[in-house]
């Protein structure tokens, strides 16, 4: 299994552009979701999936789009870059993240954004 | 929401010691706390995790510890090696677990020689 696979692993964008953020597993996880990763901010939940056809907002939604068509893909949108969008995106998955069964969060090795 | 607060912030341990890191949580239905270990440009990845019907749980070096009336929990590290040095994040899951893990701001362990 290759687990979780993000792509890119670098990019650079100018303000006002564009792009998406690939994310897949082979692992059959039904959950999935995209971390971004600030110095001293830790790691903060942009958007989740439960469920193919299922995607809901977590702690810092604006600005990222997502959609999971699939139960192995999670792409992750930016409509419109900002400079505060500059990070470190991590895409994760895991069998169940709900009562109870509990089970491990895998990621991704992350995609470094910068925005100019 | 859940809160996680984790401390300290950075913790320099001289090796063979042991290395305590502490994190408390808001939400009283969390019940699932898991702790990654974060190498510098590597992804965090899981080294022990612990659920609310076990207060505590133990790995080789590590160990985790659950007080869920104070709603706090601990990781524990014991004779610490070079390799121990990473961040080290600890992370709650909200009651219904569906909207994911809500993660501490991380510790910074360093490891003297």
């Known amino acids: 299994n290759a687990g979780v696979t993000q792509t890119p692993k670098f990019q650079v964008l100018k303000t006002g552009q564009s792009m998406t953020l690939q994310c897949a597993q082979d692992?059959?996880?039904?959950?999935m979701s995209w971390y971004r990763q600030d110095p001293g901010m830790g790691l903060r939940l942009i958007h989740y999936?439960?469920?193919?056809?299922?995607?809901d907002q977590g702690e810092v939604p604006n600005g990222y789009n997502v959609s999971r068509s699939t139960t192995e893909d999670f792409p992750l949108r930016l409509l419109s870059a900002a400079p505060s969008q500059t990070s470190v995106y991590f895409c994760?998955?895991?069998?169940?993240?709900?009562?109870?069964?509990?089970?491990?969060?895998?990621f991704g090795n992350g995609t470094r954004l910068t925005v100019t | 929401g859940e809160n996680v607060e984790q401390h300290p912030s950075t913790l320099s341990v001289q090796e063979g010691d042991s290395a305590v890191i502490k994190c408390t949580y808001s939400d009283s239905a969390s019940n699932y706390f898991p702790w990654y270990k974060q190498e510098l440009g590597k992804r965090p990845q899981l080294i022990i995790d612990i659920r609310s019907n076990v207060g505590e749980k133990k790995d080789q070096r590590i160990a985790v510890t659950l007080n869920k009336t104070a709603k706090h929990f601990s990781l524990h590290i014991t004779e610490t090696q070079p390799e121990d040095s990473a961040v080290y994040f600890c992370?709650?899951?909200?009651?219904?677990?569906?909207?994911?893990?809500?993660f501490g701001k991380g510790t910074h362990l360093i490891i003297q020689p």
């Open positions: 992370a709650a899951s909200h009651g219904g677990g569906a909207d994911g893990l809500t």
């Open positions: 994760a998955s895991s069998y169940s993240l709900g009562t109870p069964y509990n089970s491990p969060l895998h």
């Open positions: 999936s439960v469920g193919a056809g299922i995607t």
């Open positions: 692992m059959n996880h039904e959950y």
